[in-house]
C-alpha cells in the first residue's frame, strides 16, 4: 500500500527535478526530510554547499537565519524555505538596535575590541560584527583572526562564548542568550544514564551549559561529533545531549552503535520547535509555489561581506590575521 509520506515524497522528487532545484536540509531535521536532500550538514557544511550551487533555486530546510546565510553567500539564487516562521531562540535573544547600543558604550568606555556573532543571529546582526562563526570554525576564528590586542564581544550564545573563552584562553564579553533546546539538558538524567551504561561516550554540543560539557567525553558541533562517532568502529553506546533528530544522521551512518537521547528537563526528547515548524508538506508547497522565498534585504550586503570572509576565506588571506600566526 502506498503512504501518504511516499505521495508527498514523489510529488517533491518530481518537483524538484522540474526547478532544477537542490534540497540542503540541517541535521536538526525529521529523518524523511534529511532522507530526501541533497546535501545534509552542520550550518557551516551547508553554508559552504550553498556558496557553491550551481541549481537555480535552493530549498533550504532548516531555520530561516540559515536561509538567509544561504541567500546572501550566493545572491544570485532563489532561496526558498518551506515555513518562514522557523525562528530561532538565539537569534531573538539578541536585537541589532540593542547590539548597537551596547557596542556604542563600550566604545564611549575606550573599550578596543572585535564582535564574534555565532552565525545563529539575524542580518542585522551579523552586519554590525567583525567575524561571523559556527560550532565548526569558531575556535579557529577566535585563535587566528581576531588580533590578540583585541577584547572580544561573543554573541549572541553565553555558553558557546563560556565554552571559547575555556578553550581559547581568550577573555570574552558575553551575550546573555542560550538555545532553548540545548539549555535544559538535565544534569541528574545525564549523570543517571552514565551510571547505567558506565562505557557509553557522552557526546554534547558547546551549547550546552557548563555543568553538562564537563560531564562530556567529547564537546563539538554536530559536523564534529559525526566525525569523533566515525572513528569509532567497536559498537558502542553513545550518549546525545544536542537536538534529538542529529540521531537519525548517526544512525543512517554508523548503524552498529547504539544512541541514546539525553533527555531535558521538561520532556523525555530534545527537539527544536523551530525546525520543527518543517514538513514534507510544507517543502512539496515551497517548491511548487516557488515561495516562501528570502529576498534580499537592506543589511544583507554588509552582512555578507562579513559571512565571506569568515566561513569561506582561509585564515591566511585575513588581513587581520595576527602577524607570525
Ligand atoms: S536548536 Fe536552538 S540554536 Fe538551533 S535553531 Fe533551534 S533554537 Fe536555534
New binding site residues.
Given amino acids: 500500500m502506498v503512504s501518504v509520506v511516499d505521495d508527498v515524497t514523489a510529488e517533491i522528487i518530481a518537483l524538484k527535478k522540474q526547478r532544477d532545484a537542490i534540497i540542503l536540509a540541517h541535521y536538526?531535521q525529521q529523518g524523511e526530510i534529511q532522507e530526501l536532500a541533497d546535501v545534509t550538514g552542520d550550518s557551516l557544511k551547508l553554508a559552504r554547499a550553498a556558496a557553491a550551487v550551481h541549481n537555480p533555486v535552493i530549498v533550504f530546510c532548516g531555520?530561516v537565519f540559515m536561509a538567509e546565510t544561504a541567500k546572501m553567500l550566493n545572491p544570485d539564487k532563489r532561496v526558498l524555505v518551506p515555513d518562514l516562521q522557523a525562528g530561532?531562540?538565539?537569534?531573538e535573544s539578541c536585537p541589532a538596535d540593542k547590539l548597537r547600543r551596547y557596542q556604542e558604550m563600550l566604545r564611549a568606555n575606550g573599550r578596543r575590541f572585535q564582535t564574534v556573532c555565532y552565525i545563529?543571529s539575524s542580518a542585522a546582526v551579523k552586519a554590525l560584527s567583525d567575524w561571523v562563526v559556527t560550532s565548526g570554525n569558531a575556535v579557529e576564528v577566535v585563535q587566528k583572526r581576531v588580533p590578540p590586542d583585541y577584547e572580544i564581544l561573543f554573541v549572541p550564545d553565553r555558553h558557546l562564548g563560556a565554552y571559547l573563552q575555556e578553550v581559547t584562553g581568550r577573555p570574552m564579553i558575553l551575550w546573555d542568550g542560550a538555545?532553548?533546546?540545548?539549555e535544559i539538558f538535565s544534569l541528574s538524567d545525564l549523570l543517571a544514564m552514565q551510571r547505567r551504561y558506565p562505557q557509553a561516550k557522552t557526546i554534547a554540543h558547546p551549547?550546552c551549559p557548563k555543568n553538562i560539557l564537563e560531564h562530556a567525553d567529547f564537546v563539538g558541533g554536530t559536523e564534529a561529533m559525526r566525525q569523533y562517532v566515525a572513528r569509532h568502529h567497536e559498537p558502542t553506546t553513545f550518549l546525545v545531549a544536542t537536538?534529538a533528530n542529529m540521531i537519525w544522521e548517526l544512525q543512517r551512518h554508523y548503524p552498529q552503535h547504539t544512541y541514546l537521547p539525553v533527555p531535558g528537563v521538561s520532556c523525555a526528547c530534545n527537539r527544536?520547535p523551530?525546525?520543527a515548524r518543517n514538513t514534507l508538506e510544507k517543502v512539496r508547497d515551497c517548491l511548487r509555489d516557488l515561495a516562501p522565498e528570502i529576498t534580499w534585504q537592506p543589511e544583507f550586503d554588509k552582512a555578507r561581506a562579513v559571512l565571506s570572509r569568515s566561513l569561506l576565506e582561509p585564515a591566511a588571506q585575513t588581513a587581520t590575521q595576527p602577524a607570525g600566526d
Fill in positions: 536538526y531555520v530561532c531562540s538565539l537569534v545563529n538555545c532553548i533546546v540545548h551549547e537536538e527544536c523551530h525546525m
